[in-house]
């Protein structure tokens, strides 16, 4: 069945470093969402890439997808303590979206 | 506006009890979809309702089941409780914003098997 693996699982940095998380499906996406979780809330609604090779910019985070839309990923450039929380890539396939099992961004200051 | 209300936020029940859960979207939200949230399998899709009709389910067995009423709140039921039950349940609805289906969750509602 559909399967969308992230990683790392877990990810620590200092305040001030690149963060990069990474995603990939068995099979091509329609396309693909970013949500964020702050540690005790919610996932929040990030950003969509539709098409296949699609960089997008919101600030310090860049988010791709890639040509076979089968991979995505997130990098956040020097991070800051308000980036801590999981991330989590979602691949939709029509109405279902597949999750990521995420990734936990810790940033030490 | 209201985003997504889930009730209870918190409970705890004994094994082979049931448990029924409630989500109200967003008002205009058609769409209600029910995941698990489990430290060691991240989010794991249920099932999606649109209209009152279940339009996905995912592979969880027959003791988990939801409907949506005709004001789009939607409940899911879990019946005979095992521990491996014990997990965060997010309802989020969704709507179609400029191209993208997208997804608002709920706080959640905390379920703890003894």
């Known amino acids: 069945g559909q399967q969308v693996m992230q990683i790392p699982q877990y990810q620590h940095v200092q305040e001030g470093e690149d963060f990069t998380t990474y995603c990939n499906s068995s099979t091509t996406l329609s396309n693909i969402q970013w949500y964020k979780q702050r540690p005790g809330g919610h996932p929040v609604f990030l950003i969509q890439?539709?098409?296949?090779?699609e960089v997008k910019k919101q600030k310090r985070l860049t988010f791709q997808f890639g040509e076979a839309k089968k991979n995505s990923s997130l990098h956040i450039t020097a991070t800051q303590t308000t980036d801590v929380g999981t991330y989590f890539c979602a691949g939709n396939t029509g109405n279902q979206f597949y999750f990521g099992t995420g990734t936990s961004l810790t940033v030490i200051p | 506006k209201a985003g997504v209300t889930q009730t209870p936020r918190y409970l705890i029940k004994t094994r082979g009890q049931q448990v029924t859960l409630s989500c109200s979207p967003i008002?205009?939200?058609?769409?209600v979809s029910w995941y698990q949230q489990t430290p060691g399998q991240g989010l794991q899709f249920l099932f999606e309702y649109f209209s009152e009709t279940q339009r996905n389910k995912g592979n969880f067995p027959g003791r988990f089941s939801g409907r949506q009423f005709s004001n789009s709140r939607s409940e899911m039921n879990v019946s005979t409780l095992e521990l491996g039950d014990s997990a965060l349940y997010l309802c989020?609805?969704?709507?179609?914003?400029?191209?993208?289906?997208?997804?608002?969750f709920g706080a959640g509602s905390r379920l703890t098997v003894l």
């Open positions: 989020a609805s969704s709507l179609v914003v400029g191209g993208a289906n997208v997804l608002t």
């Open positions: 008002s205009g939200h058609r769409s």
């Open positions: 890439l539709v098409k296949s090779g």
